[in-house]
């Protein structure tokens, strides 16, 4: 990496270390913080001519723990639903897009969310189709766990009143038992695999779209979440090139049979890190999402009758290939939502070999957003990390209690850190962006303030953080939950110079007044990868 300049930060340093908490001064050498402290001392330190940066306030460089990069990257060059009132306007959105674009090619876009529509139900193909008849189009939803199609993709996919379900899928049918036009979890496969794969010239694009985005928010390390083998091979190029501006956690893609997984791992078991690139864990899913209904519970839908939701990696198959990931020595990290999801997945770690040395391996459960309160025990004696999602509960609020049963015992779990962090599970924050805005700022409100757009009263508030709370699980949690603690997580002298600096006191403004607190600098390894 190329050599940066010494860097003298002032201002209020928020350390995370316990031994010195606050300071005034971080003297950056060589990629590391060399000196923490006062000024007179970091200055005394400091070689002459060593650039100084004041700033309101800094904090250990922010780490998302869980997102897509490529999908952050990508939703800047597709058509965007999200936040759209109507189904009418996500149709207008793609016809939009239809007329600048050739026929026959096709259309892709994400971001609906039934829930905000009159009725909150599902779309169809019809008003898709009669918009947009030339194009095969694609949108996915929020959560990425169910798609939207016109005739002209299902056509392409051979999708017709006799296609069976996949396992771990649901084609959505009418009464007469027609396909609808939306594809849940393993079912989009359907349709994904007719879209032609993107170069590596257009994976970069995405990559660095989303790089860029987020290292302006003061991102300074992101865990990505499922990466194929193509995309791991642009990230690795680009690593070796020294042109990844935040470090990349990256998680393998899991799909496939435990063979597949194997030989995947075998590519990085020798030299797991290039750079700022990590890759020494796999994501495996265990179920849907709970928007879609397709989180696996234990007893129905509230809001739909028999239905319990849906495994997209069935139980037995699970614990196979959580099996093949501990014996490999990569680190397991599983989606689940719902609360028997979560139960398998405990379940698929507790049986995967000796305790010791899965706990070693820092098992992690993605999501974990309806757990049985009593299954918190059995996570902490795995050494289960729990990478949660603040925004998510604040995104949700509205319509949980309908999924689960307002006032139900499985109610009381739902996305609940405080209850996790009392049961002594490490606890790291993401944002699941582009699901969610990767902005930390807002995910430090909704852990504290666990409120709603429009809401009077918060969600489920005994489960509330203090700020000082969300922050470490933004920054130290996500440190441990890549084998990082030693490194970073603190501003500490020897720690690797990552910081994320704000025009203000991050730890004391409003709750409210936190999204609009400008980030000012965002540094990695020593270097100024974002300045206002």
């Known amino acids: 990496m190329a050599s940066a300049p010494e860097l003298l930060v002032i201002g209020l340093l928020h350390t995370l270390d316990p031994a010195r908490p606050v300071a005034q001064a971080a003297l950056v050498r060589d990629g590391r913080f060399a000196c923490v402290g006062t000024v007179e001392a970091c ?31 990508r939703a800047e060059l597709e058509v965007s639903c999200t936040g759209l009132p109507t189904e009418d306007a996500c149709v207008a959105r793609a016809a939009e897009r239809a007329r600048a674009l050739p026929e026959g090619s096709w259309i892709r876009g994400r971001g609906w969310d039934q829930n905000r529509w009159p009725g909150q139900a599902f779309p169809t193909e019809a008003r898709l189709s009669r918009a947009v008849p030339d194009h095969p189009v694609f949108l996915v939803r929020v959560d990425g766990h169910a798609g939207w199609a016109n ?9 017709g009143p006799d296609t069976q379900d996949p396992p771990g899928g649901k084609l959505v049918r009418d009464a007469r038992g027609r396909p609808t036009g939306v594809l849940v979890d393993a079912a989009m496969d359907l349709v994904l695999k007719r879209i032609p794969a993107p170069s590596p010239a257009e994976i970069e694009e995405a990559l660095r779209r989303g790089m860029d985005a987020l290292v302006r928010l003061g991102i300074t390390a992101a865990h990505d979440a499922g990466v194929t083998p193509e995309v791991l091979d642009v990230y690795r190029r680009l690593a070796a090139e020294d042109r990844l501006p935040l470090r990349v ?34 994501k495996i899913y265990a179920d849907g999402a709970l928007g879609s209904r ?53 379940s698929a770690i507790e049986g995967a070999g000796e305790r010791g040395a899965v706990r070693a391996l820092r098992p992690r459960i993605e999501h974990l957003q ?18 949660m999602q603040p925004s998510h509960a604040t995104s949700d609020a509205p319509w949980v209690p309908a999924r689960l049963g307002a006032g139900s015992a499985r109610l009381a779990g739902a996305y609940a850190w ?17 699901i969610e805005s990767p902005d930390a700022r807002l995910g430090l409100a ?55 600096a704000f025009a203000g006191d991050v730890l004391a403004v409003p709750a409210s007044a936190l ?4 980030v000012t600098h965002t540094m990695v390894g020593g270097r100024i990868a974002f300045e206002r």
């Open 43 to 73: 200055a005394a330190r400091a070689a002459p001519g060593a650039r100084r940066i004041e700033v309101g306030s800094a904090v250990p460089g922010l780490v998302d723990a869980h997102g897509h990069v490529m999908g952050l990257g």
């Open 151 to 159: 005739a002209a993709a299902l056509a392409a996919a051979g999708i």
């Open 249 to 282: 956690y990256a998680m393998i893609e899991g799909e496939g049979t435990p063979a597949d997984l194997t030989a995947r791992m075998a590519r990085w078991k020798a030299s797991p890190e290039v750079g700022r690139l990590t890759v020494r864990a796999v």
């Open 294 to 346: 397709g989180a696996a519970l234990h007893e129905d839908y509230s809001d739909d009758p028999g239905n319990r939701g849906l495994f997209l990696t069935a139980p037995d198959l699970l614990r196979e290939k959580v099996r093949a990931v501990v014996q490999a020595g990569f680190q397991p990290a599983i989606h689940a939502i719902g609360d028997r999801g979560i139960a398998e997945t405990i």
């Open 370 to 387: 309806i757990v049985r309160l009593a299954d918190l025990p059995r996570l902490a004696a795995a050494g289960v990390v729990a990478s």
């Open 418 to 434: 405080r209850s996790v962090l009392r049961a002594g599970v490490p606890l790291a924050f993401g944002s699941d962006f582009p």
């Open 446 to 500: 909704a852990a504290e303030t666990r409120l709603a757009s429009g809401a009077a009263a918060p969600f489920l508030p005994e489960e509330r953080l203090r700020r000082e709370e969300a922050l470490r699980a933004f920054t130290a949690g996500a440190a441990y939950a890549a084998f990082a603690e030693g490194r970073r997580g603190m501003i500490r002298e020897g720690y690797d110079a990552d910081l994320t």
């Open 515 to 518: 999204p609009a607190l400008p």
